[in-house]
């Protein structure tokens, strides 16, 4: 006999983390968490320097692929993704960025009712406790910690000097009313280490809340139906396939590629192509795996020898043992790094009503998201499209539960989408020719010689790839028949199934997404909880 809780919820990410904390408050409500990834709670996660050892191999990372890319010469990208609690906001960045009001406005605008700014922003600040910030747009006490950096890297202030040559307005908190200028990024850390979703929501309750069973290595394979209505998950764990059930309701919290999976191995989507693959329809809804949409970003590189940067040589090791060593002693310097401690950003032409591109400034020269590693110090600047205009989809390659997705970004598929990356490039540029970072570099490792926008194109074409933020696949929607889930995140024209992570975002959010994905588990908590009450 299968063990029966009140929810079931796959995915142990930013989303599913959320709602599973907020759910099992209430210790007359049972809530499973299954999680194919571990606990994610060693010093590799919590030490935002081993970063590099996650995003770039297998370690807690699913490590996925592209298919080859049409806009990209044919390329096959990369797309880490977090694999243990956690999710990805247990490998990221740790940026703290919600996105800019317009967008959840926008969303509103699109008939998900609930979900503008004004919805949206009690839930950003419940989720947050900021040692920073405070007022209109901050929170304090909540399970998220957000904080500025303990790195100490004067290179910072370089570049805030360059981005005044450069003449571009300075932000000290890009959360508020407005996003637009450069700075310093706040990050998910506290005292030096990084908090992520599962250390805020999950950890501190594992051996406290009877009502909370969490499973690690516990891959879904399907969602267990009974008719229309969603009864319970069957999952592997080591040799075992087990089953689990759930009274009220499953909640697929799988990340915008592995939710849409979840749900087509279980037969939830188009119906023609399920049965190519000899899987059974239960529900056709065509908009399942559609719609995928991710910032396609470029990656500036240079070589320097101030002392002050991550990499490969004499130096750059020397300053790695002795951050170590300062790391154990005080938590704080280089170890503390996020890699992408500035930013911020730009509009590439005035007449826009927000800012269309983002920067994040790395301490350390980045190739091929840390999988080509050179000799050298030096530093990066990524710039990324924030609203591009290419859509891709996730499908099955096959019926085997625990084969990768197909994942199709289609960057740069628009022409459009190119011409805005190449003013992106150009905007950056000024930046990084302004006199204060001019200074820092010894040689341009992968623009030099770029000159015209026929250059800058083919680039662009060479280099382009994600920056980590894919949403969007099991869209949220009325009156839409690409939509996979109503505002209340439940799947259409099925019963006992939400869908509660970056997947439901109609449309990308002008930022970094592990925030906004909290801000979903923490609304639909609350959309769950009404409902209960009501029944």
């Known amino acids: ?59 807690n990372n699913w490590a996925f692929d592209t298919v080859p890319q049409a806009g990209l010469n044919g390329r096959i990208g990369y797309q880490p993704r977090g694999k243990g609690l956690g999710g990805s906001s247990a490998i990221n960045a740790m940026v703290y960025i919600r996105g800019h009001r317009s967008d959840y406005d926008h969303w509103a605008s699109l008939g998900n009712v609930g979900w503008s700014y004004a919805d949206v922003l009690p839930y950003f600040k419940r989720s947050e406790d900021n040692s920073e910030f405070d007022g209109a747009y901050h929170g304090k006490g909540g399970p998220l910690h957000v904080t500025g950096l303990r790195s100490d890297n004067p290179v910072r202030e370089i570049y805030l000097q360059a981005a005044r040559e450069a003449q571009f307005r300075i932000r000290d908190d890009f959360n508020t009313e407005d996003q637009e200028g450069l700075g310093t990024y706040q990050v998910t850390q506290k005292n030096g280490e990084r908090w992520s979703a599962a250390r805020g ?10 009502n909370l069973r969490v499973e690690t290595h516990a891959h879904a394979t399907r969602i267990l139906f009974e008719d229309k209505r969603a009864v319970g998950v069957e999952y592997r764990q080591g040799n075992e396939v087990r089953q689990i059930r759930a009274r009220r309701e499953v909640i697929l919290s799988s990340g915008a590629f592995q939710t849409p999976q979840l749900l087509m191995l279980s037969g939830i989507g188009d119906a023609a192509a399920l049965a190519k693959l000899g899987i059974a329809s239960v529900h056709h809804l065509k908009g399942v795996g559609q719609n995928l949409q991710d910032h396609p970003d470029f990656v500036f590189g240079f070589t320097s020898d101030a002392p002050h940067f991550a990499g490969l040589s004499l130096s750059g090791i020397a300053r790695i043992f002795k951050g170590i060593a300062q790391y154990r002693r005080e938590r704080r310097g280089p170890m503390t790094s996020n890699v992408a401690e500035c930013g911020g950003f730009l509009k590439t032409r005035p007449d826009l009503d927000v800012p269309d591109i983002q920067l994040h400034f790395c301490m350390a020269l980045v190739n091929d998201h840390g999988r080509k590693p050179r000799w ?108 996979v889930v109503d505002p209340k995140l439940k799947v259409h024209g099925l019963e006992g199934l939400r869908v509660v992570d970056a997947s439901v975002m109609p449309t990308l959010i002008g930022g970094n997404t592990n925030a906004p994905t909290i801000m979903i588990g923490e609304k639909a908590a609350d959309l769950i909880k009404a409902e209960m009450r009501v029944n």
């Open 1 to 59: 006999m299968a063990d029966t809780f009140d929810f079931v919820v796959v995915g142990g990410g930013s989303g599913g983390c959320a709602v599973t904390s907020r759910l099992s408050e209430d210790p007359k409500t049972s809530v499973a968490l299954l999680e194919a990834g571990g606990k994610d709670d060693n010093w590799v996660v919590t030490t935002p320097g081993a970063m590099i050892l996650m995003i770039s191999g297998k370690v």
């Open 376 to 483: 050298g110090t030096g530093f990066s600047c990524h710039v990324c499209l924030l609203r591009p205009k290419s859509r891709g989809s996730v499908w099955l390659k096959s019926a085997d539960p625990v084969a990768a997705p197909a994942i199709d970004p289609n960057f740069l598929g628009e022409d459009a989408d190119v011409d805005a990356m190449v003013a992106g490039f150009k905007t950056t540029k000024r930046l990084l020719d302004a006199p204060a970072l001019k200074a820092l570099q010894t040689s341009d490792v992968f623009t030099g010689g770029i000159e015209s926008d026929a250059d800058i194109r083919s680039i662009l074409r060479q280099r382009v790839d994600t920056v980590y933020h894919p949403v969007g696949t099991a869209k949220m929607g009325v009156n839409d028949s690409s939509a």
């Open 201 to 210: 929501y999950i950890h501190p309750y594992l051996a406290t809340r009877a």
